[in-house]
């Protein structure tokens, strides 16, 4: 991703005459416009995967859709509060965590391994094991490419339109495995998987989308801005669940790699960014607790579905 030609290509959109009617809207009317054409979209690819291509592909974009706009969920306070508790952000990013170790254990790697056992028999672990590295050196690598937590440090300002671009494709790429590994399961063809990946994500991202939008309220941004950044932010998991979804039901061998692909970007999400942020800033008791309690809730919910 070039922020360059992104750049160049925003300030060709600019001057369009549809972009120039918009922009003389109020801006109230240009919100409804947004999301009402975000919102047709949507429900227009959801209706034509569901009728004309597979209905387990359109079941994995919409539950990949819905965890993604759970960051817009978790950015709305930004628009009212000036500041979060350390100790409440914690909590709650303690217990997504704890959410999603237990979704990844218990609805990517085990089914992985059995689906490939069934593939390969006797291999099935050792192909999970490999995926899981895969996953985690892929964001290892984005990592390096686009360090997201530079441009967050304290003091620091965006003062750049390249800056933001940069800041939003960190996130994104972080944020592209987590919609995979909802396709992926539901791409095993057992919808109980696939609703629980869906709820894990789905509540990791309401903390990450305050996360991500308070600091951009201190380092001055509009709190509508913020929050718009937070959404956009989570808008490309509903890519990675149909591109996850579309691979693994289109090749089938594809099913215990992928499902093991996506848990070892979740797992190095957990241990790299989400836990040791808990621990960072003192009472990080409180953030313990809400891990295990995370894990517990996400554990019985998982034996309820299946």
Not at 240 to 247: H, K, N, P, Q
Not at 266 to 275: E, N, P, Q, T
Request: contains cysteine; proline residues 5%.
């Amino acid at each position: 991703m070039n922020p360059n030609a992104c750049c160049a290509f925003a300030a060709k959109i600019k001057t369009q005459p549809l972009y120039r009617k918009y922009a003389a809207l109020p801006p109230l009317a240009q919100k409804l416009v947004l999301v009402g054409s975000l919102a047709f979209f949507a429900t227009a690819l959801l209706a034509f995967l569901y009728y004309f291509v597979d209905r387990i592909i359109a079941l994995g974009a919409l539950a990949s859709i819905l965890a993604g706009l759970a960051t817009g969920l978790g950015a709305l306070p930004a628009l009212f509060v000036k500041e979060v508790s350390r100790t409440a952000l914690n909590a709650m990013l303690g217990g997504a965590a704890g959410v999603m170790l237990a979704a990844t254990a218990f609805s990517l790697i085990v089914p992985g391994i059995q689906f490939g056992n069934q593939l390969w028999p006797g291999w099935g672990v050792y192909v999970v094991a490999a995926g899981i590295m895969a996953g985690a050196v892929f964001l290892v690598l984005a990592d390096q490419w686009l360090p997201y937590e530079k441009y967050l440090e304290e003091g620091e300002r965006f003062d750049s339109l390249r800056k933001v671009w940069l800041f939003i494709a960190a996130i994104v790429l972080h944020n592209l495995p987590e919609g995979g590994a909802v396709g992926v399961s539901f791409g095993s063809g057992d919808w109980h998987n696939g609703v629980a990946i869906a709820i894990a994500v789905g509540l990791q991202n309401i903390p990450e989308g305050l996360a991500v939008a308070m600091p951009l309220v201190a380092l001055g941004y509009k709190r509508e801005q913020a929050a718009l950044i937070a959404l956009l932010t989570g808008l490309i998991e509903p890519v990675g669940g149909f591109l996850g979804v579309a691979m693994v039901t289109v090749f089938l061998p594809l099913l215990p790699i992928g499902m093991a692909f996506a848990a070892g970007a979740m797992l190095f999400v957990i241990s790299d960014d989400i836990i040791p942020e808990t621990q960072s800033r003192g009472k990080a008791r409180y953030a313990t607790f809400a891990v295990l309690f995370g894990f517990i809730v996400m554990m019985i919910l998982d034996n309820l579905l299946t």
